[in-house]
């Protein structure tokens, strides 16, 4: 069985609603679902993303032990890529432009680009992409240890399709609702202004002049822009 | 970047910058809610948010770059710290993440030493999915710790305070 990284970059994000129960039935019928398909051989389509389990790359299989994390459930899902080489487009296009003994119109270029692509398409292998996430369903809480957005972006909405849920990302004001505040500090958090901390226009601007630096009288220093 | 990043990321630069307070004036250990105590440190790598779209975003990296005179300048100017790379520890585990305030997002996060009682790679998968799941619980719990203290009425005439006093001097 693979073992779950110990370094990396994360991505959190919560749910509200109900996630089926990661031991059950429901929950790997829901990944089925929306399980990996290859694209291997497939001429047309140049990307294809979907889940699978650390323990089976494929798809094939959901058995619940091999998402079994303790405290989380391990989920996997795999996204790859079919790139049409550039190099190869650029030999052809400029062997196109010379058979016609002239530069190729926008038309002429995209219809080479798809004729190319139906061509080279099934015979260029994909890029395979794996990324990880950590279920925490005691807490509708998601570890997505991917930061970049278009991962992000097809990770969520594999999610939504998988699960019909939405899922938030974390921020400054969505982990401060989370952080069971009263409701007086909630309410307080949408008005929330940031303090105006000591500046020294002086240092500000370049100009910085002997002395400029020395603590400032504190009753002039603190305040919000509210106090403005 | 999402809407509460949008609105609040000041926030959570205000967080970042609130522990680097209390790092150097308390000592840098937190007691969080139900009796855990936390230890935080700054470490090699720290980012001040630019003040406005014209000026520019500062990095300081290796060494002890809270001790940097370019690190002194930023904080009289005002400026919050964006990203910091940070040094957490509870009892004998240690985590270093790097935390971007904004959207407190972890990156480069390395996880404590896998513990020595794990002997299978199942073990060894829930050890270090724990170990995950405690940092961004550290992190959270931090987190609520300066909200509770940034919401109260009086924190602009107290905690504050004290912060203007650190940052001016």
């Known amino acids: 069985m693979a073992v779950f990284r110990r370094s990396g970059g994360v991505a959190t994000f919560h749910w509200q609603g109900d996630l089926p129960d990661p031991a059950g039935d429901d929950f790997a019928e829901a990944l089925r679902q929306r399980r990996f398909r290859t694209i291997e051989d497939a001429a047309s389509e140049e990307s294809s993303a979907g889940w699978v389990t650390p323990a089976d790359p494929t798809g094939d299989s959901f058995g619940p032990e091999d998402m079994d994390a303790g405290a989380a459930t391990w989920l996997r899902f795999r996204i790859d890529k079919k790139v049409l080489p550039k190099k190869w487009l650029a030999i052809h296009r400029d062997a196109a432009a010379k058979a016609k003994g002239r530069p190729l119109s926008g038309r002429e270029r995209r219809e080479l680009k798809d004729d190319l692509a139906d061509k080279l398409l099934p015979r260029v292998l994909p890029n395979v992409n794996l990324v990880d996430a950590l279920v925490v369903r005691e807490k509708k809480q998601v570890l997505l240890f991917a930061t970049g957005k278009s991962v992000r972006e097809t990770f969520t909405k594999l999610f939504f399709e998988s699960f019909a849920l939405v899922l938030e990302p974390s921020d400054p004001l969505q982990l401060a609702l989370r952080a069971g505040l009263s409701p007086e500090m909630n309410a307080e958090l949408e008005r929330l202004q940031p303090v105006r901390w000591p500046v020294d226009e002086s240092m500000r601007r370049g100009r910085r002049t002997p002395g400029s630096a020395a603590p400032r009288k504190q009753d002039q220093e603190t305040g919000t822009e509210d106090d403005a | 970047m999402s809407a509460g990043a949008e609105t609040h990321g000041f926030l959570g630069e ?114 270090r999915a724990a170990n995950w799941i405690a940092v961004h619980e550290l992190v959270a719990s931090l987190y609520g710790v300066f909200l509770r203290e940034r919401l109260r009425p009086d924190y602009l005439k107290q905690g504050a305070e004290r912060q203007a006093q650190w940052m001016a001097g």
Request: aromatic fraction near 8%.
């Open chain 2, 14 to 127: 205000e967080f970042l910058t609130w522990i680097w307070f209390r790092w150097e004036n308390d000592g840098g250990e937190f007691a969080l809610p139900g009796g855990r105590v936390v230890g935080v440190a700054i470490d090699d790598m720290m980012t001040f948010s630019a003040p406005s779209d014209e000026e520019t975003e500062q990095t300081l990296r290796r060494g002890s770059p809270t001790a940097t005179a370019e690190a002194r300048t930023a904080l009289r100017q005002g400026r919050r710290l964006r990203r910091a790379k940070l040094l957490l520890a509870e009892g004998s585990r240690q985590w270093s993440a790097t935390l971007d305030a904004t959207t407190m997002t972890l990156g480069g996060v390395k996880l404590p030493e896998d513990a020595e009682e794990v002997e299978t790679d199942a073990d060894r998968t829930a050890d």
